[in-house]
């Protein structure tokens, strides 16, 4: 894959992920949202009701007052006819004749609006009721008497109507006159209490309100305890309104809960929501990391190959070199000159062969396949042994590698081929990455409770950066200093090293500083 590729593959995923993550929050806002209008209209639904059912409430015990005083009263003081007109029918085809009446009469009660609470001893209004009268009378003409004509009524009808219904006559006139009381005598918090809790128990809402009454912003005695005008969750409604629709009294609402209220209302989804996008979250991570993983081991994969391939090139070439010389007939006869290109061949043999091995046993370790006995052996012994190995390598370069052997128990179990190996590969790194003379020196000493022996390795190398020192341990990875070649190796010899601490129960780490060298400490658990 192709770094502008990888790159635009990248982008289009990042791109989807966020337009995911944006569709989530605006569907999530929008369901706040209509959580929250679809909550305001039942409030304000509610507050409509109670303002209804206070006014009717007052209007109903201003009514039943005045019903009582009418039936008090007894027989009418006055009562007399305003209007009369009558029509008279005949209907010859049946001999019927028809009469039908309308009148309308005036009926005083002498009662006056003092059981209202607000009006005046001194008022000398008279209440009056007004009515009409509808009648109609048919008779036939089926009896003779020595008397004359007998008229016999066939059917009869009455109907009686006030012009208004009380209600609806007296309405505007007494809610005029309860105006002048004051709203403590209109209207108790015992009832507006009772009116807003039964129409939030019929529209299922179970939250905490405040409520209070303010008489042209001025607060009222009608109010709940702690009630106070706040600019979050509160709905307001007029009281007491007259025909005009204009009242002094507003009766405020608050619902302290509003948003935890609607919030609940929509919390399982838009949990499900934030879990599912989350998880790709989560998905899309995991597979860019992969991608950006896969697309690092193929360029490592690809220096290895390259790495190798410069590694076998010069051994190879060396092998067909001597087989070239050998084949001379003025060589073949110096049996020298032959031994000496076969110690070639056999040499370049081996190292590739090593190299080889190398790659194979860290192959083996990764399945589990590399079966490491382990003895017990002295740490002390495995180093001398791993320092005769470059003793050589080191004076050829002017070098040194000194000892400070200061463990008193340097008795631990393992496997003295592949720890030899490990400490060979420590040391030879310490060489390679050294540009003038190699000065490396080794420590051990015995920490953790006498538990654990510790074996330091530093030289004065080159060092390493803290990017670099998180990579060191990883399989094909090696520090890019121009040339790819210029130090020989194919990154695979401290991940072997890892492995094989690790399979010990060891741990190993590196402490380094650009320019300054390098110290490798390696741990391993004493016998105990």
């Given at each position: 894959m192709?770094?502008?590729?990888?790159?635009?593959?990248?982008?289009?995923?990042?791109?989807?992920?966020?337009?995911?993550?944006?569709?989530?929050?605006?569907w999530i806002a929008s369901a706040v949202e209509e959580k929250q209008e679809s909550f305001s209209l039942n409030a304000n639904q509610i507050l409509n009701s109670v303002s209804e059912r206070v006014t009717e409430y007052e209007d109903r015990r201003y009514y039943l007052k005045f019903q009582k005083l009418i039936d008090s009263v007894g027989d009418l003081k006055d009562s007399q006819v305003l209007n009369v007109f009558q029509i008279t029918s005949r209907d010859e085809k049946n001999n019927e004749t028809s009469i039908y009446t309308r009148g309308i009469i005036e009926e005083d009660y002498n009662i006056f609006p003092t059981f209202i609470d607000s009006a005046s001893e001194d008022d000398s209004t008279s209440i009056k009721n007004y009515k009409v009268i509808e009648s109609r009378v048919t008779f036939r003409e089926d009896m003779l008497d020595g008397t004359g004509l007998k008229l016999s009524p066939v059917q009869k009808?009455?109907?009686?109507?006030?012009?208004?219904?009380?209600?609806?006559?007296?309405i505007d006139a007494i809610r005029e006159l309860a105006k002048q009381a004051p709203i403590d005598e209109r209207v108790t918090t015992d009832l507006l209490s009772f009116l807003i809790q039964g129409y939030l128990n019929e529209m299922d809402l179970d939250l905490d309100y405040e409520y209070g009454v303010?008489?042209?912003?001025?607060a009222t005695k009608i109010?709940?305890?702690?009630?106070?005008?706040?600019?979050?969750g509160l709905y307001d409604v007029p009281l007491f309104e007259d025909e005009d629709e204009?009242?002094?009294?507003?009766?405020?609402?608050?619902?302290?809960?509003?948003n935890k209220y609607v919030l609940s209302s929509?919390?399982?989804?838009?949990?499900?929501?934030?879990?599912?996008?989350?998880?790709?979250?989560?998905?899309?991570?995991?597979?860019?990391?992969q991608l950006i993983k896969q697309k690092q081991i193929s360029e490592i994969k690809t220096d290895f190959i390259n790495n190798m391939t410069h590694e076998f090139k010069t051994p190879i070439a060396t092998i067909n070199l001597?087989?070239?010389?050998?084949?001379?007939?003025?060589?073949?006869?110096?049996?020298?000159?032959?031994?000496?290109?076969?110690?070639?061949?056999?040499?370049e043999n081996k190292r590739m062969h090593a190299q080889v091995e190398n790659v194979l046993q860290i192959s083996k370790l990764e399945k589990n396949q590399l079966d490491i006995s382990k003895d017990e052996v002295d740490v002390h012994d495995l180093i001398e042994d791993a320092?005769?190995?470059i003793e050589l390598i080191v004076e050829d370069r002017k070098g040194y590698i000194k000892t400070h052997l200061e463990a008193g128990d340097s008795m631990v179990m393992a496997n003295d081929t592949h720890f030899t190996n490990v400490l060979v590969n420590v040391l030879d790194n310490a060489i390679k990455y050294t540009e003038g003379e190699p000065k490396i020196d080794i420590f051990t000493e015995v920490v953790k409770n006498n538990s654990t022996i510790q074996i330091k390795v530093k030289d004065q190398g080159q060092g390493m950066s803290k990017s670099v020192q998180k990579r060191i341990f990883e399989k094909f990875y090696r520090e890019h200093t121009g040339d790819i070649h210029n130090v020989k190796g194919h990154g695979l010899g401290l991940a072997y090293v890892k492995r094989i601490i690790d399979d010990h129960g060891g741990q190993i780490s590196v402490e380094s500083e650009k320019g300054k060298g390098s110290t490798f400490i390696i741990k391993l658990p004493l016998i105990s």
């Amino acid at each position: 894959m192709s770094k502008r590729l990888f790159i635009v593959l990248v982008i289009l995923m990042s791109l989807s992920l966020f337009g995911i993550i944006f569709v989530q929050g605006y569907w999530i806002a929008s369901a706040v949202e209509e959580k929250q209008e679809s909550f305001s209209l039942n409030a304000n639904q509610i507050l409509n009701s109670v303002s209804e059912r206070v006014t009717e409430y007052e209007d109903r015990r201003y009514y039943l007052k005045f019903q009582k005083l009418i039936d008090s009263v007894g027989d009418l003081k006055d009562s007399q006819v305003l209007n009369v007109f009558q029509i008279t029918s005949r209907d010859e085809k049946n001999n019927e004749t028809s009469i039908y009446t309308r009148g309308i009469i005036e009926e005083d009660y002498n009662i006056f609006p003092t059981f209202i609470d607000s009006a005046s001893e001194d008022d000398s209004t008279s209440i009056k009721n007004y009515k009409v009268i509808e009648s109609r009378v048919t008779f036939r003409e089926d009896m003779l008497d020595g008397t004359g004509l007998k008229l016999s009524p066939v059917q009869k009808f009455r109907k009686v109507n006030s012009i208004s219904k009380m209600m609806a006559q007296y309405i505007d006139a007494i809610r005029e006159l309860a105006k002048q009381a004051p709203i403590d005598e209109r209207v108790t918090t015992d009832l507006l209490s009772f009116l807003i809790q039964g129409y939030l128990n019929e529209m299922d809402l179970d939250l905490d309100y405040e409520y209070g009454v303010y008489d042209d912003g001025l607060a009222t005695k009608i109010k709940s305890d702690g009630f106070k005008i706040t600019d979050d969750g509160l709905y307001d409604v007029p009281l007491f309104e007259d025909e005009d629709e204009e009242s002094g009294y507003t009766l405020y609402v608050n619902f302290p809960k509003r948003n935890k209220y609607v919030l609940s209302s929509i919390m399982g989804m838009a949990i499900m929501s934030i879990v599912f996008t989350l998880i790709i979250i989560i998905a899309y991570s995991s597979a860019l990391y992969q991608l950006i993983k896969q697309k690092q081991i193929s360029e490592i994969k690809t220096d290895f190959i390259n790495n190798m391939t410069h590694e076998f090139k010069t051994p190879i070439a060396t092998i067909n070199l001597a087989l070239d010389a050998v084949r001379n007939p003025k060589v073949i006869d110096d049996k020298e000159k032959v031994k000496r290109y076969l110690r070639m061949i056999r040499e370049e043999n081996k190292r590739m062969h090593a190299q080889v091995e190398n790659v194979l046993q860290i192959s083996k370790l990764e399945k589990n396949q590399l079966d490491i006995s382990k003895d017990e052996v002295d740490v002390h012994d495995l180093i001398e042994d791993a320092m005769s190995h470059i003793e050589l390598i080191v004076e050829d370069r002017k070098g040194y590698i000194k000892t400070h052997l200061e463990a008193g128990d340097s008795m631990v179990m393992a496997n003295d081929t592949h720890f030899t190996n490990v400490l060979v590969n420590v040391l030879d790194n310490a060489i390679k990455y050294t540009e003038g003379e190699p000065k490396i020196d080794i420590f051990t000493e015995v920490v953790k409770n006498n538990s654990t022996i510790q074996i330091k390795v530093k030289d004065q190398g080159q060092g390493m950066s803290k990017s670099v020192q998180k990579r060191i341990f990883e399989k094909f990875y090696r520090e890019h200093t121009g040339d790819i070649h210029n130090v020989k190796g194919h990154g695979l010899g401290l991940a072997y090293v890892k492995r094989i601490i690790d399979d010990h129960g060891g741990q190993i780490s590196v402490e380094s500083e650009k320019g300054k060298g390098s110290t490798f400490i390696i741990k391993l658990p004493l016998i105990s």
